[in-house]
T-cell receptor, first 113, second 112 residues
Framework: NAGVMQNPRHLVRRRGQEARLRCSPMKGHSHVYWYRQLPEEGLKFMVYLQKENIIDESGMPKERFSAEFPKEGPSILRIQQVVRGDSAAYFC???????????FGNGTRLTVT | GQQVMQIPQYQHVQEGEDFTTYCNSSTTLSNIQWYKQRPGGHPVFLIQLVKSGEVKKQKRLTFQFGEAKKNSSLHITATQTTDVGTYFCAGITNQAGTALIFGKGTTLSVSS
């Protein structure tokens, strides 16, 4: 029973490039969440999606960031024109329902040079 | 917006001592969850509390949910080096569409 799969594990991008982070939820989970974590800081909520729908994107920056969770395939968090301040660990989590416990992936560590 | 505050931010104890972290919300929560993240790892779910005044135990860990459903605590009895990590509380309100909001966590270090 595979857990939440995130890839890549590490991603290095130069300023101005695009970063695409992928997340495959656990089997049977239709709710996906993206969180961002800076060193020695908590998990900052970014976006909550349910198959093909964005439920809550109140934590997403208004520009350059977008997320999707298509009917088929993984959820994608896309960051366009990355800047150094985007460097962080991005965690994806999934759950079978809204108030169910979250299962986290191993995260993608994004470094912008 | 909803905020979840956690204290202390850091705590160092000697092995065998007790440890407590506290969590407070600016709004009433429908439930509260606790997670543990080891250094370099990802958050792992520990427990969920739903009822007002609820107390749950997992071996040396005791979790409480306040009567007003706005605060919670995690208490570890007789800490061990394996308890090292960051403990996060996370809450969700009853509002539709609101996701789990995490506190900043309490990082526990234990010396033997």
């Amino acid at each position: 029973n595979a857990g939440v799969m995130q890839n890549p594990r590490h991603l290095v991008r130069r300023r101005g490039q695009e970063a695409r982070l992928r997340c495959s939820p656990m089997k049977g989970h239709s709710h996906v969440y993206w969180y961002r974590q800076l060193p020695e800081e908590g998990l900052k909520f970014m976006v909550y999606l349910q198959k093909e729908n964005i439920i809550d994107e109140s934590g997403m920056p208004k520009e350059r960031f977008s997320a999707e969770f298509p009917k088929e395939g993984p959820s994608i968090l896309r960051i366009q024109q990355v800047v150094r301040g985007d460097s962080a660990a991005y965690f994806c989590a999934s759950s079978p329902g809204k108030i169910s416990p979250l299962h986290f992936g191993n995260g993608t560590r994004l470094t912008v040079t | 917006g909803q905020q979840v505050m956690q204290i202390p931010q850091y705590q160092h104890v000697q092995e065998g001592e007790d440890f407590t972290t506290y969590c407070n919300s600016s709004t009433t929560l429908s439930n509260i969850q606790w997670y543990k993240q080891r250094p370099g790892g990802h958050p792992v779910f520990l427990i969920q509390l739903v009822k007002s005044g609820e107390v749950k135990k997992q071996k040396r860990l005791t979790f409480q949910f306040g009567e007003a459903k706005k605060n919670s605590s995690l208490h570890i009895t007789a800490t061990q080096t394996t308890d090292v990590g960051t403990y996060f509380c996370a809450g969700i309100t009853n509002q539709a569409g609101t996701a789990l909001i995490f506190g900043k966590g309490t990082t526990l270090s234990v010396s033997s």
